[in-house]
Every structure is written in C-alpha cells, then in structure tokens.
C-alpha cells in the first residue's frame, strides 16, 4: 500500500504536467514539438539542480535561502577568475565551482551542526552576506560577455546526442541522487534524522552532521550551478539569480517534499521543478506577462502546500474493529 | 538477605564466569544534579539482570551510557573484563550493545527492512546498499521472532505492536551479545507480553546477556535471574533474584516499607452532574454511555490503547466525537474546544504531563492561572497580586515543594507538576475533574498525596473520572469502574463485582 | 534557600530589577550607548538634532512591523510576506489615487489590504494547520507578484499633497510624525504583550501550543489574530513608507522581511518562539538604525550594510552559544 501513496503522488505530479503541456498544446501546439520541450528542460536545469540541493536540506528539517546567493557568489568568483586566467580548462573552473559552493554551504551548516542556530536564521544571514560579498569582490560591477574566455561560455551549450551539456548535467544530478538518496547510509541517514531525529540519534547518526552534509551537497550544486548560469548566460553580477531562491523551495513544495523533514525524492523536486519550467516558459508564448511569473509561482507553493498537508493528515488512531476493517 | 554491594558481586564472579558488560563507579553529573553517582552493574551471559528503581533513580541514564549517547564523568564501561569506551552509539553497537526502548524510537517514513539496518545495513557493489539482501535478512529476522510483517511495508502502516516487533528485529539484526529492554512491555497486550517472555527465552539460550527494566514486579520476578536496585542515582542493592522477595526490593527501592495504602473514602454519591449518551468516533470509540455523579471517583480501566484517553479528550474537546450527547446538572451542553468544555466546568489532567499538561518553561503561578486569567485579571489586564493569590491558595492545599512560586515549572519533580496540573484545575472550581493516569511516573510519595486529595476533592462533591492502567489504584480508589476495550465499553463494575480478575478478563475480552 | 518552607512558598527569589539588569535587553542598551558614543567621535555630523531625527526613519517603519512580528515569533509562527504586504497595499493605494480617492480613503485602503493579507495568511496557517514558514514564503511571492501584474515597470505618483504628512511631517520641531507614531506603537504592544491576558496567552502557546490549548486557550484565534496584527503593522508601514517616497513600485520595500526579522532577534526574541520582549525590540530597533546610519555618515554603500545585518542576525545568535560552550569547557578543565 505504501509503495502505491509513494507512486501516487509522483503520478499525480506527472499527470498535472502532461494536463499543463495539453492545455498549452491545444493553442500553441508548437509548444510540446520535441525540440521545444528540449529547450524547456534545459531552461529547468539550474532549477532541477538547486531543487535536489534543496530537497536534502529540507528532508534533514531544515531550509536554505542562500542557494541563489551561494549561485551568485560562486559564478561571480569563477567569472573573475576566468578574466584573470582565461586558460584555466573548463574542468578545472568546474571542480573549483563544486568546491567553493561546498565551502559556502559548509559555512551555513557548521553553523546549523555546531551552534545548533535555526537553518532559516543562518541561511537568511549567509544570503545577505554572499550577496554583499559579491559587491565587495566586483566593486558593484559586472563582468559581461566579452570578458569571459570562449571555452568558458561554450560548456553548457556544448551538444551531445541533441542535448546540451546543461540538460546532461541535470540529467546525471538526477540519476546520482536517486542512488545516493536510496542506496546509500548517508542517503537513508537524510530520512532518517528528518523523519524522526530523537530515533536517528539512537540508530547512531549524529543528526546535526547528516544536517551539515545536506548543506555541503546544497552548497556545491548551488557552486556548480553558478558556473553553468554565468556562462550560459554570459554575464555576472551582484543580483545575478535575486531571488531565485523562492522558486527553489516552490519547486521542492510543489514536488511533494514535507516542509516538517523526513518526507521527498529526487524525481519529485525534478518534477516540482518542470512544473515551475513549464510555466514559466509558456508564459511569454500564451501571451502573459512575465511580470505575473512571481504570483503564480507564489500560489504555486500555497497550493501544493496545502494539498501535502491534505495527504498526510493525521486521522486519528485506529481503535474500533470496524474502521480497521475499513482501510 | 541484603549484601553489601562489593561483597555480592565477587560472590557471583564466583559462581559465574566474567560479565560480558559492566559499569564499574560510573558517575554522571548535569548542571545541578547528580544523576549517577558511582554505579556498578554487572551483565551475564544467558542471564536477566533487571535494573530495579524509582523514577529519577537513573535508570535511563544508564540506558544512555551503556548505549554511547551519554559519556560517563567518572569510572568504567568494561567488556569481558577490559576497560572501553562508547563515545557515539554506533560504538556501543559495534561493541554489541543494542536497546529496545520505551517508545518504539523509529521512522514513520522507512521501509521495515531498512528501520532495521538502518546505519548497518549489508553493502554491495560499489559500498551501496545491498538492497534484496537487506529485504531477505529483515525477513529471517522478522520470521525467528514470529512477526508477519512484510519487510517492505512502510513502518506507518503498522499498528504499535507491530513497530514495537520491528523494534526488536532492529535490536537483534545487530549481532549483540547485550540487549537492553527498557520498559519494553508498556504498550503491548497481554498475549504480546507472553510472546516476548518466549523471545526473552531464546536470547537466553543464545547467551545473550539482558538487561531489562521494568516497574512491574510481577514481570521481574517472571523473568529475571539478578536484580540491581538504584535509588537516587546510587546503588543500593544486587543480588539473585531467587534470594529476594516483592517487599524487600520495595524497600530498597523506596528506603523505607511502604505498602500502598489508599484513603478511607466513604461512598457517599450525590446526584447526577455528567450524562454521556452515544458518544461515537469514526475510528477511536462508538457507544459510550454512562452517567458520573457528584463526589464519585468513576475509574476507567482497561488495556494501553483502549481508548479511554482518545475518548477522555473528546470530553474535553480536544478532538470532536462524530455524534452523540453530553448533559450537565440536566442542560445539553456542546464542547467544540478544551475552552468551551472548561467553560462548562469540565478540566483534563492528561497523562502526557510535558506536553499536555503543564508548559514547562513558564513560572508555577502562571500556569496556576493560565485557564483562571479571567478571574484574577481585570479588563483582560493582568494583575500579579491576584495571580500570584490565587497560585498560592491552591498550591498550597496540594502541598506542593518548590523553592518560590515563580520557579519554572520545568524545574520540579514529577509529582510537584502534577501537582501544579492539578491546582491549575481547581482553581478553575470545575464540576468535572478527568484524571489520566494521574500517578504514572511520579514517586511513591506523590503518589500518595496525589490519592489522598483525589478522595478530598470527591469528599467535598467534585465528580471524578480516574483513567487508570494500575489494578490496585483502581480498586483503591473508584467508586464504580468501567473498563473499555476496543473502543468499546466492555464492563461496568461496581462494589463487590471489582476484582483484579473481572477487571483482566474483560480489559482482555477472555 | 537551604529548607523549603512547608506551607509557605515566597512568590518570587530574585526581584524584578535584578532580573532586568542581567538581561539581554540591558546589554543590548550599553551596546546602543556604545555605538552612539563611536558614531559622535568618528562623525562631526552625527550629533545634529536634525540628522539624528532623520536617523529615525532608517527604523521605524520597520520597528512598527517588528512590533507585531515580535508576538508572532514568541507565539512560535513567523510571517515573512510582510514586505510584499507593503508592496501590495502600496500598490492598492497608487491605483485608488489614479481614480482620485482622497487622503482618508487611501489610509483605510492601506490598512484594509494589510488586514486582508494578514488574514489571508492567518487563514491558511490557523485553519488549514500548513507552516506559516512555507505560507509565507508563498505569499510573499503572491503579494509582491500582485504588485508586478499590476504595475510591471511602472510606477504610481501623484499622492495628494496631505498625504506626504505620514512619512515627512513632523509634530514638533524635530520629532516626525512617523517617530510619534513608532513610540505610541511600542507602548500599545509593550502593555499588550506584557500586561494583559493575550499576551500571557502568547506566551503559553510559544512555549507549549499543546499545552496551552490543553489549558482552554483558543489557540487557533490568538494566532490568527497575530497573523492580522502582523498585515494590519505592514498596512501602516505601508502607508508612512508610501508617503515617505511620494511614490511605489513593486519593488518598494524589498528585502524588508529580513531585516524585520534581523531586529526581532536582536532584540532578544527566541526564533523558535516562546521568550522575548518589546523593550528589546525597541532598543534592537534604535541598534539598527544607529549603525545603518553611522556606517552612512562613513559613505559605505547599502549593500556592505547589509553584510553587517546579516553578519549581526547570526552573531547575536551565534556569540552567546559560543560563549557557553567555551565556558563549559573551560569548567571541564
């Protein structure tokens, strides 16, 4: 039975994807042609990205706000890096990238492990600080298109089987994920210590390093992912992603991860996330204004809310006979 | 036959071989308190050791030590003879040390299986988890303790008895040589206390040494082979159990002899205050009728899980019945909220004392006065003269310890919450009073004081409802019992009809 | 100490002055003091009536919402959609403007949608149960989002001319009406929080939600309520802040959630609720607007001050912890 709620609600999700693309569809059929939901899904990766980051962090019962923040920083810190050595390779810009997000998410759960201050207060700090960093690194400018080397901007376009190395990217993040969340100790450490820290602690995991270690990987996707922004979109500065943290919880919401810990899949924040991609790319062919982009993603996270709330309820304990022999 | 405790445990080295697990002078100090004060304890293979103590004795500390999540100040952890130390609690399982605790500790969202490797689970290929064998292990496992539970279930589709089996395969799939039982027959049923006698059987014969603890004499007295008694944090006794009656570890226990004595109460019922017609719960009860008059203590008895509390906060409007009526003094009352239902002059002293009954981290007069804030307030302003009034009326009648009266709550024993719980109420001059487990896990002391001013208040004709799981404070303290099953009022009993074996029989439905 | 007494127990050990002295809100006074005295020395301009009263508004728009966050922290729930509130009513007020609607219809439209919004958010947190972290996050996007389908890239002027009195009027001689106004509200709260039976209530429930309603609090509708004080406190920052600038975007107020809560910790308020104080949010309050300003008299940009807000929100957390832990170490040893 249990299998079937935790199939229902990724089915759901799908379901609620395929009826969004068939409502497109039925005006703008361009819109669901192969080559189009390519774009749609590469567009999505830096959110895919972030939201597998984030779903970690909020199985452990904690949040992070600093993911766009972290973005910022790091793509601000391997831009200038690449105008100082633009001979760096690619891989080398991206091992750096990984690292130094680690460092930052690090920094947000040391704090969470060693000082046990709550993860919305650290993270709300650290954002600010990322971002302030960025302006004292950069001086308030940017570093625009022409300063980048052009290995550097060509990575994440770079095709391969028809997809760009960003949706690849993505793709593998995915795959990684899903086996390090279900085949690993650490994987089943971050349900653990979310679903129930009291037992977690008996079982022999230390709950506030499970916590540091779901803020490390937020850290370094968050890293990676600013990489892969700055190039695609070949510039960085101080607002760069402002505010994108909001759609990185959206997406974990609406992908069915519980807010209160111990409850969330990979498939599901992927999932969250094209939801979010999907909109936001029909927005501009349905005709809408991208200004109402901020509104229906912030009903979004209402919405889904409320309807995780609904499915795991609590019902009252099961007493009487007959209503045991009702479920 | 008491000893003195050194002497004792060389006699048993003598006649056994050496423990597999023993604390020796362990001391373990918190700000303020000494919770352990130079302990030994010693464990055999293929024996019971039952760790015998008041509440606060320190029983779960050294639960807590023995199990890596406490570090003793002072003295030693000894395996097979040699000194070792469990800075985390995968060090006391890797050293074979495993503990069934008194709530079945676990994860709602996890396979059964992997409940039970969490943190040990077998590896593969790559050092990822080896998932099929995990599931055959779990089944092996589940099948020697004779549980039918499907390894792949998740653990929030089972009942609590059924966690509390998982609890045990999560125990034994490390391959222990010690297994801790803490309490471990507080939430199961007759028939599953019998079959953990069975299991507790088998992991004699595998020479597995146990320590179990338990406040049930009968239970101590069933299983274990040694017994060690603690009182305020100190050893004060161990021994065989073969050499040791029920009165002398009470005394050992408590200090003194103590047999429970309950207040003389006269029965003198007044008139009809509380009719509860057809009360029903689409999955917590159905037809709950009865009738509580003025000075009469109603007990409620029946098996953990019952019932009784679900339906005692549905009185209080905690939770909402589907249908049925409820009558005071002969008016049709509704209760939508506990306010409405303290309004109409019904109060709920829950079992769960920490969460439900008292908040903690406030002073004592402020949660005396938190339901009676209307009274001693004017124009919703606070006056702390009146609080602090009305905190000491009360709390002094109940004779409650406590240095001043804005101590934090947090800051008492046991029993002075509850005390605390208790004023709360009164001080509301309610008509109704529900106690829920009124006395579990509070000293002997409080125990008593608590059973002296129940029958005070009932003398003076408040209507009492007593939850209770104790036979003998059942039948020391009600008028009339009702015992419920299943959701289910199975019996009413009065007078000579209550016997601990009426009482069994159909708490049991046998 | 040594014997309790038996039928007697004293009500209180340590009188109320001892308690005050040794609390967070009189070493947050010193530091207050401290800053104050640094900023005279190293700023010839900083002690000039006229700029310490515009130092003012560096806080108290946000110390008005603060006021309100401060019961809703200690009652363990937390709003971060009170910016976007602002946005929203900001907005609701530039567009009755646009048909003419006069001064004392915009302050009711401005407090209406604060109201609104507060109970939207009450609504969804107290009825539904959802966590009013995740609520808000929502609605902060909603609201704001409102702002942006309304306005895009535009902005709303043209505020009637006695309009501007809530945001650049002043009542006497230096002191603004917007401070006026700060004051009365510190002491409405002071008194609501700390003397009457709400905010005991508030209290109870931060400490216990359980327990409280256990006791015959409702706890449901004092959370409620605070979730309409918090949006009613965002419909009069609103109002004071739209006047103030004589105009809105949707971006107005940005960012404000943080440092509204930044001050509610600062002064003392227990993130995970159930302790804290308006006297502590009020000198909290005077800490912030000190350093923005004083770091301002120094030319250091905005953004460098945001550094030092969110560097303060984690130090004032992180310092204390810090200084137990070494201190029960150096006990160890």
Redo the contacts between chains.
């Keep these: ?3 079937h ?2 199939m229902s609600r990724e089915m759901l999700l799908t379901g609620a994807i395929i009826l969004l693309l068939g409502i497109i569809a039925s005006r703008f059929p361009a819109f669901i042609a192969p080559s189009n939901l390519a774009n749609v899904f590469n567009d999505t990766a830096p959110l895919i990205l972030l939201a597998i980051g984030q779903m970690i962090v909020i199985l452990t019962r904690c ?1 992070d706000l600093s993911v766009a923040a972290n973005l910022a920083l790091t793509g601000m810190v391997v831009a200038m890096i690449n105008v100082a050595m633009p001979e760096l390779p690619v891989p080398v810009i991206i091992v750096i990238s990984i690292g130094f997000g680690a460092l930052l998410g690090m920094i947000n759960g040391v ?1 969470v492990w060693k ?4 993860p ?3 993270t ?6 990322f ?3 960025i ?2 690194l950069s001086d ?1 400018k940017w570093v625009n298109s022409h300063e980048f080397s052009d290995t550097f901007k060509a990575f994440p376009r770079t095709e391969l089987l028809g997809l760009p190395l960003m949706s690849w990217i993505a793709i593998a993040a995915v795959i990684f994920f899903t ?1 390090v969340m ?4 650490l994987g ?2 971050f ?2 210590a979310g ?2 820290p ?9 709950v506030g390093k499970t916590q540091f270690w779901a803020f490390t990987i937020s850290g370094a996707l968050a890293g990676l992912t600013g990489y892969l922004w700055v190039s695609r979109f070949a510039v960085a500065f ?1 607002d760069l992603a402002g505010g994108f943290e ?1 759609n990185v ?2 997406a974990c ?1 609406i992908g069915g991860v519980a ?2 810990g ?2 969330g899949t990979v498939v599901g924040a992927m999932l969250g996330s094209l939801f979010l991609g999907i909109i936001s790319n029909a927005l501009p062919v349905v005709n809408i ?1 991208p ?12 919405i889904a ?2 309807l995780n ?1 609904q499915a795991n309820r609590d ?7 007959r ?1 045991e022999n009702a479920t | 036959m008491l000893m003195h405790p050194d002497q004792k445990s060389d006699l048993l080295g003598a006649e056994t071989e050496t423990p597999i697990l023993a604390l020796n002078r362990v001391t373990k100090t918190f700000p303020g308190v000494t919770a352990l004060s130079e302990v030994s304890l010693e464990l055999f293979p293929g024996k019971v050791t039952a760790l015998v103590g008041e509440n606060g004795a320190g029983k779960s500390t050294v639960v807590k030590i023995l199990t890596g999540i406490y570090q003793p100040d002072g003295g030693e952890i000894e395996i097979d003879g040699a000194p070792c130390r469990f800075p985390n609690s995968q060090a006391a399982g890797d050293a074979g040390v495993t503990a069934i605790h008194q709530e079945t500790v676990l994860f709602d969202e996890l396979s059964v299986a992997e409940n039970i490797f969490l943190g040990h689970a077998p590896r593969g290929r790559f050092g990822l988890i080896d998932t099929a064998e995990m599931i055959e292990k779990a089944r092996a496992i589940l099948v020697s303790i004779g549980a039918q539970i499907d390894p792949h279930t998740r653990l929030k589709d089972l009942g609590i008895a059924n966690k509390h089996l998982v609890a045990i395969a999560r125990a034994l799939s490390i391959d222990a040589r010690v297994v801790i039982m803490d309490e471990p027959t507080a939430a199961l049923s007759q028939k599953e206390i019998e079959e953990l006698y069975v299991l507790v059987e088998e992991l004699k014969d595998q020479g597995k040494a146990i320590l179990f603890i338990s406040h049930k004499f009968d239970e101590i007295f069933r299983i274990a082979d040694h017994y060690t008694v603690f009182r305020d944090g100190a050893l004060v006794g161990t021994g065989s159990i073969a050499d040791v009656s029920e009165g002398e570890l009470v005394k050992m226990m408590v200090g003194r002899d103590v047999s429970q004595i309950f207040p003389e109460r006269d029965h003198n019922v007044g008139d009809e205050i509380l009719v509860v017609e057809g009360y029903e719960h689409p999955t917590e009860f159905a037809d709950i009728d009865f009738t509580l008059h003025r000075g009469e203590i109603l007990g409620f008895y029946g098996l953990v899980g019952a019932g009784r509390s679900e339906f005692m906060q549905s009185l209080f409007g905690i939770t909402r019945p589907a249908s049925g009526t409820l009558r005071i003094d002969g008016e049709k009352v509704v209760i939508r909220s506990p306010a409405d239902a303290v309004a109409n002059g019904i109060v709920y002293v829950p079992e769960d004392r920490g969460k439900q009954g008292a908040i903690t981290a406030l002073p004592i007069f402020q949660n005396v006065t938190l339901p009676s804030l209307g009274r001693t307030s004017r124009n919703g302003f606070l006056r702390l003269a009146e609080e602090f009034k009305l905190a000491r009326e009360y709390t002094e009648r109940l004779d409650l310890r406590a240095a001043s009266l804005d101590t934090d709550v947090g800051n008492l024993s046991g029993g002075n919450q509850q005390k605390v719980v208790i004023a709360k109420w009164l001080a509301t001059q309610p008509k109704v009073i529900i106690l829920d487990e009124p006395t579990k896990g509070i000293d002997i002391g409080s125990k008593a004081a608590v059973h002296e001013f129940m029958a005070e208040l009932a003398a003076q004709g408040l209507a009492v409802i007593m939850v209770s799981s104790e036979i003998p404070e059942i039948m020391g303290m009600s008028d009339r019992v009702i015992v419920m099953r299943e959701g289910r009022i199975a019996a009413e009993l009065s007078g000579d009809q209550i016997t601990p074996e009426s009482l069994v029989r159909h708490a049991a439905g046998i | 100490m040594t014997e309790t007494p038996r039928s007697s127990i004293p009500d209180r050990l340590r009188s109320p002055l001892d308690r005050r002295l040794k609390s967070w809100e009189t070493l947050l006074l010193a530091v207050a003091i401290a800053i104050f005295v640094v900023n005279s020395f190293t700023s010839p301009y900083f002690l000039n009536a006229w700029n310490l009263s515009d130092m003012t508004f560096n806080f108290t728009e946000k110390a008005m919402i603060a006021f309100a966050m401060a019961l809703l922290i200690i009652a363990g729930e937390i709003d971060l959609s009170v910016a976007s509130i602002i946005a929203l009513a900001s907005t609701a007020m530039g567009a009755a403007v646009q048909v003419g609607v006069g001064t004392p219809g915009l302050v009711l439209i401005g407090l209406g949608v604060g109201l609104l919004c507060g109970a939207f958010n009450g609504v969804l947190v107290t009825r539904m149960g959802l966590p009013s972290i995740v609520v808000t996050i929502g609605t902060m996007s909603l609201f704001r989002g409102i702002s942006y389908i309304v306005l895009g890239d535009q902005a709303y002027r043209g505020y009637p001319s006695d309009f501007a009195f809530f945001g650049q009027g002043y009542v006497f001689w230096v002191i603004s009406f917007e401070f006026v106004l700060f004051a009365c509200l510190a002491l409405i709260y002071y008194v609501l929080l700390h003397k009457t039976n709400f905010g005991r209530a508030v209290y109870a429930i931060g400490n216990n939600p359980v327990g409280a309603e256990f006791s015959g609090i409702r706890v449901a509708r004092v959370k409620f309520i605070l979730f309409l004080l918090t949006g009613l406190m965002s419909g009069v920052a609103a109002i004071c802040l739209t006047s103030r600038l004589a105009s809105t975007r949707p971006s107005i107020a940005v960012g404000w959630e943080l440092e509204i809560v930044t001050m509610v910790v600062l002064g003392g308020v227990n993130i995970l609720g159930g302790s804290g104080s308006i006297p502590g949010v009020v000198i909290a309050a005077f800490v912030m607007g000190l350093v923005t300003f004083g770091l301002g008299l120094l030319n250091v940009p905005g953004i460098v001050m945001s550094i030092v807000i969110g560097a303060l929100l984690i130090g004032v957390i992180a310092l204390p912890r810090l200084w137990q832990t070494w201190r029960l170490q150096a006990a160890k040893r």
Excluded: C, E
Excluded at chain 1, 182 to 185: E, F, H, I, Q, V
Excluded at chain 1, 315 to 320: T, V
């Design positions: 039975m249990s299998k709620v935790l949040i704090l000082l046990a201050i709550p919305i207060v650290v709300l700090g650290t954002m600010t600080i971002r302030g960093t302006f004292l308030g086996l279900s085949r690993t100790t089943r450490a349900y653990a679903g129930n009291h037992a977690a602690t008996y079982a022999g995991i230390d101080v909001l919880v959206a919401v807010i209160m111990g409850i204004s200004f109402w982009q901020l509104a229906i993603s912030g009903s979004a996270i209402i809310v409320a709330a019902k009252g304990r099961i007493i009487l006979k209503a």
